[in-house]
C-alpha cells in the first residue's frame, strides 16, 4: 500500500506540471470561405489597438504571429487578402486541494486520532489562465474568417526570454489550426 501510494504522489504531480505548460486551443471557421486564396496579410490596427495587454507583449505576440506567418509562406502586404488582429482575456483560476485522506488509510505518519495525514484542511492556490484570441478578417469583405483562441495557465514571468517563449508557444499552438483543413491541424 505504501508503494501506491508514493508511486501516486508523483505521477499526480507530474500530471499537474504538464497540464500548467499546455495550450488549449479551439478554433472556429467560415466554411464558405477560400482558404487557398489568401496568400498575403497585414495586420488589422483598430482590432489590436484596443486589447487589455501592455504594449509590449504586443510587440511580442505580433512578432510571433510573423514569424508563424512568413514559415507558413504568407507575405506581409499593403494591400493584403486578409487582416489579422488579437484580443486578450484573462481570469483568475483558484484550485482547493484536500489534505485530508481519511481515517484508517496509512499516510503521513500518526495522529492520536486517526492515521493518516497529520495536517488535514485545505490548500488554496491562485493563478491566471488567459485566453490568447487571434482573428483572420477577410479584407475584401471586411468579415471574420477564422478564430483561434489559446487558453493557458499565464505565470508573472520575470525573465523576458521565457515571457517570449511563452507567447510563441501560444501563438504556434493557435495557428496550428489555420488554415482549416492542412495538415498540422
Given at each position: 500500500m505504501k508503494k501506491i501510494r508514493f508511486l501516486v504522489v508523483p505521477v499526480m504531480v507530474l500530471l499537474f506540471l504538464s497540464s500548467c505548460t499546455s495550450v488549449r486551443v479551439l478554433s472556429d471557421y467560415d466554411k464558405d470561405a477560400n482558404f487557398n486564396s489568401f496568400k498575403t496579410?497585414?495586420?488589422?490596427?483598430?482590432?489590436?489597438?484596443?486589447a487589455q495587454i501592455s504594449d509590449l507583449d504586443k510587440k511580442r505576440i505580433l512578432h510571433a504571429i510573423d514569424n508563424e506567418m512568413n514559415s507558413r509562406g504568407f507575405v506581409k502586404s499593403e494591400n493584403p487578402d486578409i487582416l489579422l488582429s488579437i484580443f486578450t482575456k484573462?481570469?483568475?483560476?483558484?484550485?482547493?486541494?484536500s489534505n485530508y485522506?481519511?481515517?484508517?488509510?496509512?499516510?503521513w505518519?500518526?495522529?492520536?486520532?486517526?492515521?493518516?495525514?497529520?495536517?488535514?484542511g485545505n490548500?488554496?492556490?491562485?493563478r491566471t489562465e488567459g485566453s490568447l484570441y487571434i482573428?483572420?478578417?477577410?479584407?475584401?469583405?471586411k468579415e471574420l474568417v477564422w478564430q483561434g483562441r489559446g487558453v493557458g495557465t499565464l505565470?508573472?514571468?520575470?525573465n523576458i526570454e521565457k515571457k517570449?517563449?511563452?507567447i510563441k508557444e501560444f501563438v504556434s499552438e493557435i495557428l496550428k489550426a489555420y488554415p482549416p483543413g492542412t495538415a498540422l491541424n
Open positions: 496579410y497585414a495586420f488589422y490596427k483598430t482590432g489590436i489597438d484596443k484573462e481570469r483568475q483560476q483558484v484550485d482547493v486541494y485522506w481519511g481515517a484508517g488509510f496509512y499516510g505518519g500518526w495522529h492520536p486520532f486517526y492515521w493518516g495525514n497529520p495536517y488535514p490548500n488554496v492556490s491562485t482573428d483572420v478578417i477577410d479584407a475584401k469583405n505565470n508573472n514571468i520575470r517570449e517563449e511563452r
